[in-house]
Each structure stands twice: as structure tokens, then as C-alpha cells.
């Protein structure tokens, strides 16, 4: 047997409804603050994802799906979704001298060591803004990520953290003189952090390695690089979080691991899900619509890490209601299938959302009503010649004994039903 790739994950029935549950949630949220959804290929050229992610950052460097098309373009599966929105925004016309609000969901693909929480194919739900410079909309893509998780009831599991990295003059300056510093002691840093060095020096200050976070000790400090102005947009995003009263930390340390962000950067953090803790993260890349070919739009946005927070949902609710019908047809003479059908049609109409299987394949009564009961259904309708003409449905309630069994005209059949 041909198993799934390592890291991409199926998803089965039982798992699929939590997901809907999860996704109608988001989406729900995210059309209540009204943003508009944009739908974006899988597929894109592998500059975009070089040029707009960074080809040093881990992500380009090492973990794309690239390939080359049939006339021998380098084509990637998309690793996120940003640098694709911006350029599809900027192909359409989209951002010139206009502001946009979009969300996106769907797969993205990195080739990272699976592990619980972490798949080579994941799923993010992204909102972005564009044209908006203040630090209002900082505010407001946090206040929707946050009516998100209470929405999910997961607000108590999440905590937010944030930081500036000034703008992207601020970052070089930054950057040169952590190299200055880590340059002469670089013999003692981990191999992950030496190599780093090279590429992408500020994700040094993300190590998990105690030995290298005791050599940043006296490292020099972003926050005292940042300029008065990046600082002034920083002091008043917190303030409009204590307004809305969103708790949050400020971490100096968090830098990000996509090279596109300048300011506002944030991580909404679980300890629940063991190594993985980032659920959601995103923030300010005022930068990355000019980088991409267009001219400078301020833009933020975020990404939701969807199978984490499924995760999430089953430790906050880990027993869900779900079953697979509410109502089950029996058919208790064959002739009688196309009535079955019939019936069934008129109460999908009738019933909204009710989930309506009619019994197929025949058998015994006893066997439908085995049928009835393994699909979780509340409901059974006996259809035998006595119904023959709908008149009168003949309801069992499989939960309530009281009920029992009842012969009803159409109408009270239809409230009981309802009920
Ligand atoms: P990111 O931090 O690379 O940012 O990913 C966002 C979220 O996606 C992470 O916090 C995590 O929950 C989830 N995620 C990332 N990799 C995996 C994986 N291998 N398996 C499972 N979940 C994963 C971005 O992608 C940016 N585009 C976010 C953004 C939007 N910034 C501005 N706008």
C-alpha cells in the first residue's frame, strides 16, 4: 500500500467536523469586522517567495516545495500566504491609492521535521490590511485575532506578546551590530546559531539554547535601535490594548523568522501544545509591497495556525455532540423508496440544517433501526404502506423512551421534528 507523504496529514470524518467548526468560527469573525475574502493559487514563481519572504530566512533557504514547471519555470508551493497576497492585490490593481481588508484560508507547505502541531502540508487562515500606517490597525488585527479565540473559547490558553523592530534602517543597523558583537565570540554559539550568523543573524536571539542566550547577555539591545518614531507607533498600540484591554507582554527578543516585517511584530503563545507554541503570529511589513514591485502601501497582517488551534479546541472542548445524522428514514417495503425520497427532499426544505439519511440497501426492520442508531440519528421515521401517502409519518425518538413511538398527522410530525 502507498502510504501519505511524511508530514501531510489526512484528515477523517471524525476530525472534519471540529475543523468546520473551527473555520465557520474564524470566518464568521473575521466577515464580523468586515473583512472580504480573496482566493489565491498554490502554485506561484519561487522569486516571489525569494524576494518577498527573504532568501535567507529558513523558510527559502531549506523548506520549499520547489519544482520546475513542464517550460522549466521554477515554480514553489506556496510556504504562506502574504507575499501571495500582496502580489495579487498589486496584479489586480488593488492597491493603489485604495485600503484593503482581506482574509484567505487554505494549505500552506514547508518541509520542517513533523511533529505534533508541526506538518510538511498545515493550514492557515491569514487577514491582512493594507494602506492603513497607524498603529490603529496594529490594534485592530490583534482585537480580531482576540474576539477570535473567545469566540472558540480558547481566549484563557493563548497569551500575546509583542515588539517593534523599527523600521527596516533601524533593523540594518540593528543587525550589524549584533554580527559586531557575536562575531569574535562565534566559536561558542551552537551550530544552528553560527549558521545563522551568516544568514539571518536576529533569529539568533530566538534560540532555545540556554548557552547562546547566556552569551546574548550583554548583547546589544534592538530596542535601543529602534527609532522615536517606530517607538511612538509601539507606545500608542499599547495603549489602545489597554483601552480594549487585551493583556499582553512585550518580548525585545521577538524577531520573527520571515524577513518582511518592519515595527509592529506579534505571537499569540500556548504552552498547551508541547514545542509548538505560536498559534497565530503576523504584524507590520511596510516594506514588502515596494520590494515586490509596487509602490510603498503600509500593510499588517497575521496568520492563523488552523491545525493548532484544533488542536486547542480539543483540549478546551473535548467532546463534541457531533453525529452524523439527526433524522433517519427507515423504509420498510422497497416499493416504498422512491416515496422515501420523496419525503426526504420535503423535509431537507422544511428542516433547516437537520442532517437527513435515508436508509439505503434494504433489510430488516431490525437492521435499519441498528443503522438508525450507529448514525447517532434522534430520530427515526418508519415508512411503511400506511404512509404511503405522507398523510401521517410514524416518528420513533431514539434518545427518549417516553416519546417512544407515535403515529402523527404530517404537521404535528413536522413540530415534533422541529422541536
Ligand atoms: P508564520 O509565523 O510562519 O507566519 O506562520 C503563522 C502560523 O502558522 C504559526 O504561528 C503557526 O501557528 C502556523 N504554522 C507555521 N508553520 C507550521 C507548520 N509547519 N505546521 C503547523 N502550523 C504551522 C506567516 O506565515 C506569515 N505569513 C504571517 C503573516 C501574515 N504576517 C503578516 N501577515
Redesign the pocket.
Known sequence: MVKAVRGMRDILPEQTRRWHQVERSILATLASHAFEEIRLPLLEYTELFARGVGEATDIVEKEMYTLADRDGDSLSLRP???ASCVRALQEHGLLYNQNQRVHYSGPMF?Y?KPQK????Q?Y?I?A?AYGFAGPDMDAELLLLAWDCWHALGIQDRLRLEINTLGSSKDRAAYRDALVAYLEPIQGQLDEDSQRRLLTNPMRILDSKKPETQALLEGAPRLPDFVDAESREHFEKLQQLLDQVGIPYRVNANLV???DYYTRTVF?WLTDELGAQG??????R?DGLVERLGGRPTPAV???V?L??VVLLHELAEPKTAFAPADIYICVLDESLMGTAMALSQRLRSLLEGQRIRINIGGGALKKQMKRADAAQANWAILLGDDERDLGSLTLKHLRNAEFGQQRLVWQQALDQLND
Open positions: 504562506e500566504g502574504t514547508r520542517e502541531g508541526r506538518y510538511r498545515f492557515q491569514g491582512e520573527r523568522g520571515l505571537e505560536a498559534v497565530c503570529a503576523g504584524g511589513y497582517g497575521f496568520a495556525g491545525d493548532r
